[in-house]
């Protein structure tokens, strides 16, 4: 072989060989590829053979970068589908003239007025959790719940201006706190059954994080005993954020509120649509992935797959942010030694309720049913939980529940 030729098929192979390595580490090809250029070339400008081998080395580096722009481009077509990029999902909220206010909508997307009332009352008594979470530190409080769990004080003041509520209300019949798992019988001409958590993220919440409210409403015909998350004919779920923001099952889907000016509610999504494929995914109960090889296996699935983790340890807003991004799944499953944790009156089946009417799916994480159709047999029934866009929760019932 010619010495020529010999000289610009090593410079090549050391060229090419340089692009490869250092082109995937940057998100600006060209600025790496001019720096492995230069260093290929030889140091003395005499050299008979430089100018050719100069010239075949920026030949080359011209494919590669066109090559590189063009997998970009087709990187950038692919991510399209998801947001700005395959890792981040940024809101697709365009802002309106005008919000309709809470009075607006539930005059025209709920036509019981008895339970209109039970949502007015409720969600006066979120306020005053709102205003409570801006202002109490959050310590240690003296008190035990149920469970001998130590109380924090924001724990304590959520349950208790709920209690109040429960209590003063001629809407309510029974309630039951997640912190006091008894029924209480409030009011003999009431109508509702309320179940409540009343500030889900308790170990969270010092950190300064998301957590939330959630509540469970069935009518006195049905009772709680007995009943299914089914027969609930409400659920909602409040989200104390840097915005204060319900969901909220109405006659014709789900709708977000926010919490405005002068602690006025406007309607900030309608009939919310959850999408039945997701690339968001957040797994809870990892420590079940030691012993359930199905849920090792999912969790590498999603990986593999490059689905991005958005998980806080807050079932209010690793769930919520369905609602909002338009997709997701959230799994609980469980195992000998990481038992259920969720109550299925107070947790799963509120959040089943309005995942299902977005047009998402549940999994019972056993039987791999519907969390609806689960029977609640005890105030303090526990759950596993599979709940989000419909082809991963059927995925999760695949795999971890090979039904």
């Not at 990029?85 to 309106?96: E, G, I, M, R």
Request: proline share 3%; hydrophobic share 40%.
């Amino acid at each position: 072989m010619p010495q020529m030729s010999k000289f610009l098929l090593a410079s090549a192979a050391v060229s090419a060989g340089t692009w490869a390595f250092v082109a995937p580490a940057s998100n600006r090809p060209n600025a790496q590829l001019r720096g492995a250029v230069g260093a290929e070339q030889p140091a003395s400008s005499g050299h008979p053979l430089n100018g050719a081998s100069a010239g075949a080395v920026a030949a080359l580096g011209a494919c590669a970068v066109a090559s590189a722009r063009r997998a970009t481009k087709q990187q950038r077509k692919a991510d399209d589908a998801y947001g700005a990029s395959h890792t981040s999902f940024y809101t697709d909220a365009v802002a309106k003239d005008k919000y309709d206010t809470l009075e607006e909508v539930l005059g025209e997307k709920l036509k019981d007025a008895k339970l209109t009332g039970m949502v007015n009352e409720l969600l006066d008594a979120c306020v005053k959790i709102t205003e409570a979470l801006r202002v109490n530190l959050v310590t240690v409080n003296d008190a035990s719940n149920a469970f001998g769990d130590r109380q924090l004080t924001v724990d304590v003041i959520a349950d208790n201006l709920l209690w109040d509520l429960a209590k003063t209300s001629k809407n309510v019949y029974e309630a039951s706190s997640e912190e006091e798992p008894e029924i209480v019988k409030t009011n003999e001409d009431g109508q509702y059954v309320l179940c409540w958590d009343p500030l889900d993220g308790s170990s969270i919440v010092d950190n300064n994080w998301a957590v939330g409210t959630i509540i469970g409403v069935w009518d006195k015909s049905t009772g709680l005993i007995g009943a299914t998350g089914r027969d609930q004919v409400m659920s909602i779920v409040t989200l104390y954020g840097p915005r204060t923001t319900v969901f909220i099952t109405l006659d014709d889907g789900v709708y977000e509120f926010t919490l405005g000016d002068g602690n006025k509610w406007i309607c900030s999504r309608d009939k919310i649509s959850i999408k039945t494929e997701c690339k968001i995914f957040a797994p809870a109960n990892m420590r079940a992935a030691q012993e359930v090889e199905g849920y090792n296996n999912l969790i590498n699935h999603y990986m593999t797959n490059k689905f991005t983790l958005r998980y806080t340890g807050g079932l209010v807003p690793d769930v919520c942010q369905q609602f909002t991004k338009g997709q997701g799944v959230f799994t609980n499953p469980t195992s000998k030694a990481s038992p259920a944790k969720l109550r299925l009156a107070f947790e799963a089946a509120p959040f089943g309720r309005l995942v299902e009417m977005a047009g998402g799916k549940t999994s019972d994480g056993v039987s791999g049913n519907s969390v609806l159709d689960m029977k609640i047999t005890a105030v303090d029934q526990r759950t596993a939980l599979a709940i989000g866009s419909a082809q991963e929760v059927e995925r999760f019932n695949q795999m971890v529940l090979e039904k």
